[in-house]
């Protein structure tokens, strides 16, 4: 789907929420995935495999730390080794330096020698990886079996999570967890009979509400040059437009 997308934004030159949207709609709960999913019978059946805890069951009961830090499975702590090699990358390489060149001014970058193309090809299906083990890991570790939709339009947040983070890796982390900890909060109060009203409604929504909230706050060019935006952000480049 990476390389769809890729060919389609950086090849044609198409707009890159057009194609995003239009391969959401091929490749999730009502196209593809669907289809697969319900073709292959994989709701009737549990996950083969799953990612569980690494750390003994004694490690994870201790106070406070013990579920936080011992209680959880490869793929979070694979996440926050990726936030510490993705900022290495992004502010300590040569490479890095080039993707922040490509976003900044890819007419720039391609003055001194760099493949604005080959880097923009790289990265895209570098993120849809990504984005594949994030969905993987809701069928495998958060709850290990597959059903339509099961994401509940989680992938939507990711691009509220970016904006939130100023682009930045390590507030990417922390932002994640403030939209997790806006999910998790309706469930969390029904465990403890604690009603706000309609909770179940206005609770499940506050990530989306928040998600809404924040791309209105960044919408005009200005903030997002604040915000630390690349100049260059979804916007195609042909070298004989220099």
Known sequence: MALIHAFLVVTLRANQIVSGLAL????????????????????????RHAFHPVFPSSMQNWPIAGPILFGQNVLVYASWVCVVAVWLYLSRTRPGLNVRAVGESPAAADAMGIDVTAYRYAHTL??????????????????????????????????????????RPELCLVGAYFFGALQALAPQLQ??????????????????????????????????????????????YVREER
């Open 126 to 167: 570098v993120g849809g990886a990504l984005a594949g083990v994030a969905g993987a890991t809701f069928t495998l570790a958060i709850t290990p079996q597959w059903v339509d939709g099961i994401t509940g339009g989680a992938g939507w947040i990711a691009i509220a999570l970016v904006i939130f983070a100023f682009w």
């Open 191 to 236: 465990a403890r009979d604690i009603h706000l009203g309609p909770t179940v409604l206005w609770t499940n929504s506050l990530p989306y509400l928040m998600t809404v909230l924040v791309l209105v706050l960044v919408s005009t060019s200005g903030a997002r040059r604040r915000l630390g935006a690349p100049a260059s952000l979804g916007l195609p």
């Open 24 to 47: 959401t709609i091929f490749a999730g709960a009502s196209g593809l995935s669907s289809y697969l999913g319900n073709d292959l019978h994989l709701a009737a059946n549990p996950a």
